[in-house]
């Protein structure tokens, strides 16, 4: 008769005779014990009033900070998305002025930092004062505001970096799907559409997730132009309370939140695109030994 050992108690229980590992224990028991005396620390600090932190992670000066977070990173990564395809698109194509395009596109919103884009945008005034045709003419000060100017930074440097996670997808799919889609007669958009990205986006939805958990924390340097964020709303709170280590935590907390419940929702939709038959293999676990 064969016995079936449960998967989890084998995982779990080491082989017989497999010899005690004193080093993972005692590095495991020193790493333990550091991380109880920093929360006792911590906890103990008088000088941090921690009863405010939950008064405040309800504020609605915070609550508004935080709706205004999501927007913007919301915003700014379907925008970034959409001409992030564009981009990618123009850089896989045959011509080579479009590709020119893109490779100058990616070059510049990619390569300068984040920070000076949203001065370079804040500022764009002082290059182009005015804006318009024939006697109607705007003040670029008025169209381009602190809200604006970072949707725009951000936008375009997520358009910079998902142009190539795209265009990396799509060169992933071998060339011979193409050329069978070819001989039966589905024009190139049709290709595109119904073969060629069926097969990327299971490639291309991994680190655009990741890229939109590092949009919402990206945002947080909108602050410095004084856009109404989170971060902005909780330093312009400390400046008048001065409890900066617990508008800070506040602040943290709530990024925390915001990153957790995205990466929980982008493992679902991963599973979701996953093959049928690594998905099931996934949820079975490991083969039961006889």
């Known amino acids: 008769m064969a016995f079936f050992a449960h998967p989890v108690s084998m995982a779990i229980a080491p082989p017989v005779g497999t010899p005690i590992r004193w080093g993972q224990i005692t590095s495991g028991a020193v790493a333990i014990l550091a991380v109880v005396l920093m929360i006792t ?41 959409v001409v992030g395809c564009i981009v ?26 984040l920070i000076v884009q949203i001065f370079f945008w804040f500022n764009i005034a002082l290059f182009i004062p005015m804006v318009g045709v024939g006697d109607y003419q705007i003040s670029i000060n008025e169209l381009v505001t602190p809200a604006l100017a970072g949707f725009l ?6 358009a910079a970096n998902m142009s190539e996670i795209v265009r990396g997808g799509l060169t992933a799919v071998d060339g011979g799907q193409r050329e069978a889609a070819s001989s039966l007669g589905l024009r190139p958009l049709q290709t595109l559409r119904t073969v060629v990205l069926p097969q990327a986006i299971r490639l291309i939805v991994p680190p655009t997730g990741n890229q939109a958990i590092g949009m919402l924390k990206a945002s947080a340097i909108v602050s410095v132009i004084g856009m109404q964020d989170l971060l902005t709303q909780a330093q312009a709170i400390y400046a008048r309370n001065f409890l900066v280590i617990e508008l ?12 957790s419940v995205a990466s929980i929702g982008q493992h679902f939709l991963e599973m979701r695109l996953a ?9 079975k676990g490991p083969p039961r030994r006889a």
């Not at 990618?88 to 930092?113: D, L």
């Not at 930074?153 to 997520?158: I, K, P, S, T």
Request: glycine share 8%; aromatic share 10%.
């Open 41 to 81: 620390m911590i906890a103990g600090n008088q000088s941090v009033q921690w009863g405010e932190i939950p008064r405040y992670m309800v504020d609605p000066v915070i609550l508004d900070g935080v709706v205004l977070t999501l927007q913007l990173t919301a915003g700014a990564m379907v925008f970034g998305i």
């Open 88 to 113: 990618a698109m123009m850089a896989t194509s045959q011509n080579i002025v479009f590709k020119a395009i893109a490779v100058a596109f990616v070059w510049w919103f990619r390569g300068v930092p």
């Open 153 to 158: 930074a951000l936008g375009l440097h997520e």
């Open 248 to 259: 800070l935590c506040v602040a943290s907390l709530w990024y925390l939140l915001i990153t």
């Open 275 to 283: 093959p049928k038959g690594r998905t099931a293999n996934a949820q």
